[in-house]
């Protein structure tokens, strides 16, 4: 059995598109979706009432709890051995899951399988993976790219956004879930890190591809400094050095696109690199990783 995961909170227009899409390109096997709503006020909860599909199962939160807590519950509550967690606010394309499953049974030692995902207000690429600067920061692979662009079939990369994702359920206990000492934001590229210590992998699928609205739900913000600052603090030294080989052309490519956003330091900093003139940590995003911590 497949379990779908998706928490809701308000946004009930996005969770009916969402549903829809869902039930326009269900899973081949048995499944079900746990909905798991956080004292959502707009009338999601008597919608849910009103359903009545034989696959669904729903919780009901008596307070407000969060993306890893709600999350994590459904996890627990899951029937199926792989878990699949996707937001309310996506919509789902034909052949959105079988890349997916197909992935998670083929590539060795895969922790998470994501896929691309289509800002749905532009038709470009949101994300595609994950990379960090030499901050340690994270950011969106081919962000803003033609989704047309993408020849290949996917690509590994040290993290994905839960927003879709494909996990089995004993790979996603392995290491507690997610942290909720994160309040909306990172919970899952945490998680990522966590996998990729013990020898996990991770695969973005680029045959997989479904529509977003992205961080739609109330909130969704508000927590981002005081996420950042503990993502940072605890694995900024790790993704910091990831950014030494994935920062330059990341940089570049955006500064190509950007030119009026270009900063001396840093595009010199990248060509220098890129050129394998310069290695190791700068002193400019030592500093930055320090203030991030330091004003949260």
């Known amino acids: 059995m497949i379990s779908i995961i998706t928490a809701l909170y308000n946004q009930l227009e996005l969770t009916r598109a969402y549903w829809e899409s869902l039930l326009a390109n269900p899973p081949s096997e048995p499944w079900e979706i746990i909905w798991i709503d956080d004292c959502s006020t707009d009338g999601t909860r008597e919608w849910l009432k009103s359903i009545g599909s034989e696959h669904c199962r729903i919780i009901l939160n008596e307070t407000n709890q969060g993306y890893a807590t709600n999350n994590n519950r459904g996890a627990s509550l899951a029937r199926g051995d792989t878990l699949i967690f996707l937001n309310n606010d996506l919509e789902l394309q034909q052949g959105w899951l079988e890349p997916l499953l197909e992935s998670l049974d083929r590539v060795e030692s895969i922790g998470i399988v994501g896929n691309i995902q289509i800002q749905y207000s532009t038709g470009l690429i949101d994300h595609a993976g994950v990379w960090f600067d030499l901050v340690g920061c994270p950011g969106h692979l081919h962000k803003g790219v033609n989704p047309k662009n993408i020849k290949k079939s996917g690509a590994f990369c040290k993290a994905v956004t839960a927003a879709c994702w494909a996990t089995r359920k004993k790979t996603f206990e392995l290491v507690g879930g997610f942290d909720t000492a994160f309040r909306n934001g990172a919970e899952d590229f945490d998680l990522c890190l966590k996998l990729h210590q013990r020898g996990y992998r991770h695969w973005v699928d680029y045959r997989s591809q479904v529509r977003h609205h992205v961080s739609a739900s109330p909130g969704r913000k508000l927590m981002d400094n005081k996420n950042q600052a503990i993502f940072i603090k605890r ?24 030119p009026t956003q270009i900063n001396a330091t840093k595009t010199l900093d990248a060509l220098l690199r890129l050129a394998y003139l310069k290695r190791g940590p700068s002193k400019w995003a030592t500093k930055r990783r320090e203030k991030l911590i330091a004003d949260a």
Do not use: A, N, V
């Open 235 to 258: 694995w900024g030294e790790l993704t910091s050095q990831f950014g030494q080989e994935d920062w330059p052309r990341e940089y570049l490519k955006r500064i190509l696109k950007h």
